[in-house]
T-cell receptor, first 114, second 110 residues
Framework: DGGITQSPKYLFRKEGQNVTLSCEQN?????MYWYRQDPGQGLRLIYY???????QKGDIAEGYSVSREKKESFPLTVTSAQKNPTAFYLC?????????????FGPGTRLTVL | EDQVTQSPEALRLQEGESSSLNCSYT??????LFWYRQDPGKGPEFLFT???AGEEKEKERLKATLTKKESFLHITAPKPEDSATYLC???????????FGTGTRLKVLA
């Protein structure tokens, strides 16, 4: 089945640690995205990538980093510079051309800072 | 500034009581408007894409409509399993960015 997988489902981070969230898709989509969701707030864009080896900052990129070495993978690193990282993180992908524009989402990773 | 606003923030309905959710948007150019359903602790599930004013899409008890300034998600005779948060998003022309509203939390009581 085609889809997006995220791992782990739950992640706990100590102060000062960097952690990496995994996102993999087998939908053959060119574009991939990372969002952060906080209670009562909409999805806020962290980073997005339209093609391999290229990515752009979203609205809240400070304290985060990404890489896009393969079309299928778009890992997100939450660095120690991110002061309030506790949130629900969602990865999404979408086709970059053709008649379909909708994003498809993974199941999410809940990150908690201890 | 491109913006998406959803109302109401929360809605409680009795089973069978039809209603509508609103998504108003201000964008420089609309590529598409999207509706998603999100259950607690899960990723959003795609429902509809609308591209032009006057367009309508239907799926079971849900019907989405679009005007030049807003979209409505009509829920006809809802059931308790329709309880979820419904998210609206727009993609602006010439970009790959999607702008999301804060959602409407729907609770349908049996």
């Amino acid at each position: 089945d085609g889809g997006i997988t995220q791992s782990p489902k739950y992640l706990f981070r100590k102060e000062g640690q960097n952690v990496t969230l995994s996102c993999e898709q087998n939908l053959n989509h060119d574009a991939m995205y990372w969002y952060r969701q906080d209670p009562g707030q909409g999805l806020r864009l962290i980073y997005y990538s339209q093609i391999v080896n290229d990515f752009q900052k979203g609205d809240i990129a400070e304290g985060y980093s990404v890489s896009r070495e393969k079309k299928e993978s778009f890992p997100l690193t939450v660095t120690s510079a991110q002061k309030n990282p506790t949130a629900f993180y969602l990865c999404a992908s979408s086709p970059s051309g053709g008649s379909k524009d909708e994003q498809f989402f993974g199941p999410g990773t809940r990150l908690t800072v201890l | 500034e491109d913006q998406v606003t959803q109302s109401p923030e929360a809605l409680r309905l009795q089973e069978g009581e039809s209603s509508s959710l609103n998504c108003s948007y201000t964008v420089s150019g609309l590529r598409g408007l999207f509706w998603y359903r999100q259950d607690p602790g899960k990723g959003p599930e795609f429902l509809f894409t609308l591209y032009s004013a006057g367009e309508e899409k239907e799926k079971e008890r849900l019907k989405a409509t679009l005007t030049k300034k807003e979209s409505f998600l009509h829920i006809t005779a809802p059931k308790p399993e329709d309880s979820a948060t419904y998210l609206c998003a727009v993609r602006t022309s010439g970009t790959y960015k999607y702008i999301f509203g804060t959602g409407t939390r729907l609770k349908v009581l049996a």
